[in-house]
């Protein structure tokens, strides 16, 4: 029921003209939720995690941003000359701190947070819960680039973005599962967000480093972002040790 709620009232709140605030239903949604079925703080995954678990949330960005940034820059699909690079690093900056906060209220604290915990709760299995809040949180996100907001994207560009956004739906998850901690996915997304449309901008929209070839190099909606982003994602599965999963949590407790 939470996650058909989510996905209209964002739909609406896109296709109505209301892009820049469709995510904030989604923290009325959490804490009426939460507050009815009363999950614990672990099973939400309120809880700091590992420190090492952080410095897989920061890999993930360098690894694929970097990497796309350096392909691109090889090939020469690149334009420099006039970013403003103090604005940059300001905007960057902003968008990390008060990201943190802004996604574990409402895309982390959702998909991660309550939908991961209440699914747990119900007795299915990591791998499981894992694969669905990652399916949902791509279904979640069709109404952006379909509504024709500034988040829009040519049709052709649609699949490969859903592929993306299935994959760091995984990642994200998979550093939830890892880590026992929202906290931690919440820190790599809020990461990812001011990096990735900042330096290579979003929608149609072409970022700071003005790479135009974002079919190929985006690292959200590219060929080459579903090759960096998957090999990420294999890289952290085989991390995911499933078996040592529920002992972990169990000890958390």
């Given at each position: 029921m939470s996650v058909v709620i989510a996905i209209a009232i964002t739909a609406i709140l896109d296709f109505t003209g209301y892009f820049n605030f469709s995510a904030l239903p989604l923290v009325v949604i959490i804490l009426?939720?939460?507050?009815?079925?009363?999950?614990?703080?672990?099973?939400?995954?309120?809880?700091?995690g590992p420190l090492k678990y952080y410095g897989y949330a920061l890999l993930y960005p360098l690894f694929v941003l970097g990497t796309t940034a350096i392909i691109a820059l090889i090939y020469g699909d690149y334009s420099i000359e006039n970013v403003d690079w103090s604005k940059l690093a300001l905007n960057i900056s902003i968008g990390s701190i008060f990201g943190i906060l802004m996604v574990l209220l409402t895309e982390e604290g959702f998909f991660r947070g309550w939908l991961w915990g209440s699914f747990k709760r119900s007795g299915m299995s990591s791998k499981r819960v894992l694969i669905i809040t990652s399916i949902l949180f791509t279904i979640w996100h069709i109404s952006a680039v379909t509504s024709g907001t500034s988040y829009g994207l040519p049709l052709h560009q649609i699949p490969?973005?859903?592929?993306?956004?299935?994959?760091?739906?995984?990642?994200?998850?998979?550093?939830?599962?890892?880590?026992?901690?929202?906290?931690?996915?919440?820190?790599?997304?809020?990461?990812?967000?001011?990096?990735a449309y900042e330096l290579f901008g979003f929608g149609e929209k072409v970022g700071a480093l003005g790479i135009t070839n974002t079919a190929f190099f985006g690292p959200e909606v590219g060929y080459l972002g579903i090759l960096l982003?998957?090999?990420?994602f294999l890289w952290l599965w085989n991390k995911a040790k499933f078996g040592e999963i529920k002992k972990i949590t169990t000890n958390s407790i």
């Open positions: 009426l939720f939460w507050f009815i079925y009363r999950l614990n703080k672990v099973e939400f995954g309120l809880k700091l490969v973005y859903l592929v993306n956004a299935m994959l760091l739906g995984m990642i994200w998850g998979l550093l939830r599962l890892i880590s026992g901690s929202v906290v931690v996915a919440a820190f790599c997304h809020a990461i990812w967000n001011p990096f982003n998957g090999l990420f």
